[in-house]
């Protein structure tokens, strides 16, 4: 594994195209904390915490549309009319997958300077429940697909323009929108002012389970939503192998098979020209299997031994995802009541990277697990990285593997009155704070924020100025549908 940065250091120079910070100590983390916070303190001089309410867009804004296309060059052909039709069915739909062109203009924004490893995409519905190696219940950032190291405002953007448009979906007046705003990123402040009072230990240590939550959350739930918190740790729980076993498969010929459910699940037999063409696909995802096993820390890999391959099909995940690779593999034990499904998902270039400078680790798969493993309080134990050199389009992939599901769980944000939103966010807040906190230089950011509530008052700004923004591009998208510029598919 390549050696790692330091995250405590400027963003690269790309990143910075307003109110460049300079003079950051070349020392970065060893840096002592009453620097760092002098630092952090200096940085509102030079950017003050009111700028953060712009939205600038210029006349020379890239096309949205244009940026969106761009990326389906790499992507599977007959699933991108798939992502359109998802994108477009509402304004956060689109919001979900237009991670690029909201790099891009967050690229036009001020930045204090001070990186930490971005999650990249951290909006509402990229936080959710999953079992920790310990088996508890964790509330965390999950997806890392765009992680880079970058700027820690642009995160924070992100989730701030994800509940104004969710607010707005869901029929929120804008005096309820911005208070959700504000709660989740007021707890960020809050939450990295505790943080910069913590040693380095209780920091990396620091987690949300659910149990935390729901005692967090018992003085404010009716009994109607404590009903709902219950029902989906009940759900969460649930979620494993065996449960995807039962829904995704079924015994054909006394062999257990993947399910057909085209377009969204295809089993790698049915993608192939010819059994022989399929056979030779399914050795060459075994010896796959074996290069990603050497990623994996030993006794995870000497666990994953005691499986053998099952099954492979392609499957359709979320929204800006569709197209890019993904493939479950069902790992089978002594016999079907000892299933492992994985998934093995692409990783290509982070929407960031081309505003905050290329990744170190060039294989994106590896970008991918690195930042995970950084970030989250508890990784899978199964997550990993792989390179195949020759995919079924003659082409080399990069990707990162991990369990399918493992009480993976995410929140019907579109379900959410006001009040829950509220409180959502607010741990949305808390967790996105302790992963900057764990990556980048705490003490510098808390201190930029200071005690007041000038930041969330102006990120509120932001979230209102590019809601309307995401709104206009939906339109956009709507429009090239309906124009035949873009070919969309529907209910899939």
């Known amino acids: 594994m390549a050696p790692v940065k330091p995250l405590l250091s400027p963003v690269p120079t790309q990143a ?46 890239p096309d949205p549309m244009g940026l969106l296309e761009r ?16 994108m477009a069915a509402s304004p956060f739909a689109y919001f979900r997958g237009a991670a690029l062109p909201m790099a891009s203009d967050l690229a036009a924004t001020p930045v204090t300077g001070l990186t930490v490893q971005a999650c990249g995409d951290a909006h509402l519905s990229n936080f959710g429940i999953f079992a920790s190696p310990e088996r508890r219940l964790i509330f965390d950032i999950n997806d890392f697909d765009e992680t880079l190291p970058g700027p820690w405002e642009w995160d924070v953007k992100r989730l701030a323009a994800s ?42 240590y620091a987690h949300l389970d659910l149990e935390d939550l729901r005692a967090q959350l018992k003085s404010a739930l009716t009994g109607r939503l404590r009903k709902e918190v219950d029902k989906g740790m009940a759900r969460a ?43 030779g696909l399914h050795a060459m995802v075994s010896d796959m299997l074996g290069a990603y096993r050497h990623t994996l820390h030993e006794d995870s890999a000497e666990l994953l031994l005691r499986y053998e391959l099952a099954d492979l099909a392609r499957k ?53 697990v690195v930042g995970q493993r950084f970030t989250q309080a508890a990784s899978d134990i199964f ?74 008052q102006a990120i509120a700004d932001f979230a209102g100025s590019y809601a309307d923004q995401n709104e206009r591009d939906h339109a956009s998208l709507v429009h090239a549908v309906k124009s035949g510029r873009l070919a969309a598919a529907t209910g899939v």
């Open 163 to 204: 509940i104004e448009i969710a607010g707005r979906e869901n029929g929120f007046s804008a005096k309820e929108r911005r208070k959700v705003v504000l709660a989740a990123i007021g707890r960020y402040r809050d939450a990295m002012r505790a943080f910069a009072g913590m040693t380095n230990l209780d920091v990396w």
């Open 383 to 456: 997550l990993g990285w792989v390179r195949v050199g020759r995919g079924i389009d003659g082409r080399p992939h990069d990707y990162y593997v991990r369990q399918l599901r493992d009480g993976k769980l995410s929140a019907d944000v579109a379900a959410m009155p006001p009040a829950w939103m509220r409180r959502y966010a607010s741990f949305c807040g808390w967790t996105l704070a302790r992963a900057h906190a764990r990556t980048g230089d705490r003490f510098a950011i808390s201190a930029y924020l200071g005690s007041a509530d000038v930041f969330e």
């Open 316 to 368: 359709v995940v979320g929204v800006g995802s569709v197209g890019t690779r993904c493939w479950i593999v069902l790992m089978l034990g002594s016999d079907d009541a000892d299933p492992l499904f994985l998934q093995v998902k692409e990783a290509e270039q982070s929407v960031l990277a081309e505003f905050a400078g290329p990744s170190q680790y060039s294989q994106h798969g590896e970008r991918v």
């Open 16 to 61: 910075q195209p307003r109110s460049t910070p300079r003079g950051w100590p070349a020392t970065g983390s060893l840096a002592p904390p009453a620097e760092r916070i002098n630092y952090g303190k200096s940085a509102r001089t030079r950017v003050p915490r009111e700028d953060h309410a712009a939205l600038e867009v210029s006349a020379g804004r």
């Open 71 to 86: 990326q389906d060059v790499t992507r599977v052909p007959d699933l991108v009319p798939v992502r359109y039709g998802r």
């Open 237 to 279: 729980r649930s979620r494993d192998s065996l449960q995807a076993l039962a829904k995704l498969t079924a015994v054909a010929d006394g062999q257990r098979k993947i399910v057909p459910d085209p377009p969204l699940v295809i089993p790698v037999g049915n993608l192939m020209a010819d059994q022989e063409d399929a056979t």
